[in-house]
């Protein structure tokens, strides 16, 4: 009995089916054998985290309904899946789109040479950016290491971004015999099963994705470049969960805001898509950026170790009111807002002094949208240790922080609610509270609510000295 013939289409962060250039590719070959693979053998240290995996655990399941339950599904080492599926189909070609992480452009290439040899079709594509990194460059060759000029600069003077291909009218394609069920992947917790409230807040999947960018589109772009910082409004896309998984493509998301969309709004917007680009441009170029210093100096800077302080910042118990806000959310939704996400990172950082590494391990775990390339560039950013990184010396300071953004303490009420009993006087800074006031309001500091595990004036005057340290071992 002759093999059936078919196109392998390798899934991995492209779960969809509309602007999908590997899928388009290899339907015109006939009959396709989707299949997607859990290879994390090759990881190292960067293995999924808990919180990706339970979104992969939903968007595998809107995929495989998308497919018709045409969906294979695979464990272990993908070289080995490939040359398994090799042996018992007659394969016309096999075809997937780049990953840009370290561990995979390695494994990728090394899959790709071992079937070239073997005199195997393999066709690879760009779903994932808007520019490849290898495609932006300054005059002398060499990469930008500043987001501005490789923004402004390099990537507007690249050719356009191409424009999104649209979902294929038929899909002719099999599942393989041996595919596992997806329970076999064991992307879910066991107990407790923490993920539950969490996934209450999303709509993994394709489906799921373009209903958020509609609705950021008709109720969030307008006032987008002031409103993205204010954590109570809903100005933020939400779309960062979808783009990792590959549920919708930057090539969708950058036209279709263009099209919706007009002035500094669409232009802020646009340039945070920049930045998501900017990430993957220094992974790529700088593969080394999510463990160590981008900038060398800080190899020497006088970090702390303290496990309780990192346990009540991942808890959200460091008597910080927006701090605490924020890691909460983290917990109870696999997401952060992106100014708060600043604010816990530079608290961590510079008033704890607690090493950049340890809350970009606690995201990456924690995080539904934990992405190597934004993680990575990001938490260097906050740390002063990154490419264009913000200086050391500037430290957010959480109270001014939240007065500013959370005027109201809308954010703070909702998810510290223990305190949303205080006036808004005292709401960022209970410590400063009259004791009748903290008692009109049920609170007791050190029990019902902590007190702040770091005096934000002595930690920050502490910060400056130590990053003053770097600069005269420089001298």
């Known amino acids: 009995m002759s093999k059936e013939k078919v196109s392998i289409v390798w899934f991995r962060q492209d779960l969809r089916l509309s602007d999908n250039p590997a899928l388009i590719a290899a339907l015109q070959n006939g009959t396709i054998l989707p299949i997607y693979i859990l290879d994390d053998e090759n990881a190292d240290e960067w293995k999924m985290g808990a919180a990706t995996r339970v979104w992969l655990h939903h968007s595998l399941i809107a995929l495989r309904k998308s497919l018709n339950g045409n969906l294979s599904l695979f464990h272990g080492n993908a070289e080995n899946v490939l040359s398994n599926l090799i042996e018992a189909y007659d394969i016309q070609g096999i075809y997937w789109n780049r990953c840009y992480e370290p561990w995979r ?15 195997i079709t393999v066709e690879s ?6 520019w490849e990194p290898w495609t932006v ?28 291909m649209p ?7 099999v599942r393989a015999t041996d595919s596992l069920n997806l329970n076999d992947l064991t992307l879910l917790p066991s107990t407790p099963r923490w993920d539950e409230g ?25 006032g987008y470049k002031n409103g993205r910082n204010i954590p109570s409004k809903r100005n933020v896309s939400r779309l960062s969960p979808y783009l990792q998984t590959g549920e919708i493509s930057p090539n969708t998301v950058w036209y279709r805001a263009k099209e919706n969309g007009e002035g500094p709004d669409l232009k802020h917007f646009c340039s945070e898509l920049g930045w998501r680009e900017f990430s993957y441009y220094l992974l790529y170029h700088f593969p080394t950026l999510p463990e160590k210093n981008h900038q060398p100096k800080f190899d020497n800077f006088p970090w702390v170790k303290d496990d309780n302080a990192l346990d009540a910042w991942q808890r959200g118990e460091t008597g910080i009111p927006i701090v605490d806000a924020g890691m909460r959310e983290l917990w109870q939704t696999g997401y952060m807002h992106n100014r708060v996400r600043m604010i816990v990172a530079s608290f961590l950082i510079k008033n704890l002094l607690i090493h950049w590494r340890k809350g970009a391990e606690w995201f990456w775990d924690t995080l539904i949208d934990a992405d190597l390339a934004n993680n990575s560039a990001s938490w260097q950013w906050v740390a002063g240790s990154g490419a264009d990184a913000a200086p ?26 223990e305190i949303r009993d205080l006036p808004d006087k005292y709401l960022f800074a209970p410590w400063e509270a009259p004791a009748t006031i903290l008692a009109g309001a049920n609170i007791k500091l050190g029990n019902t609510y902590p ?25």
Do not use: H
């Open 105 to 119: 452009i390695k494994r990728d290439s090394k899959i790709k040479t071992i079937l070239q040899d073997a005199n």
């Open 451 to 475: 007190k702040p595990i770091a005096d934000l004036k002595l930690s920050r005057a502490a910060a400056l000295e130590a990053f003053q340290s770097l600069k005269q071992s420089e001298a």
């Open 137 to 164: 460059k300054k005059a002398d060759g060499t990469p930008y290491r500043v987001f501005s000029p490789f923004y402004y600069k390099g990537c507007e003077t690249a050719a356009p971004p191409r424009e999104p």
């Open 198 to 222: 969490m996934m209450d807040n999303w709509r993994p999947g394709e489906v799921g994705a373009e209903e958020c960018l509609s609705k950021f589109l008709d109720n969030g772009l307008a």
């Open 392 to 417: 050391y010396f500037r430290i957010f300071n959480p109270v001014s922080q939240a007065q500013k953004f959370d005027p109201s303490g809308t954010y703070i009420r909702k998810y510290v609610p």
């Open 125 to 130: 594509f760009n779903a994932s950016l808007l």
């Open 167 to 173: 979902k294929p009218e038929q899909i002719d394609a």
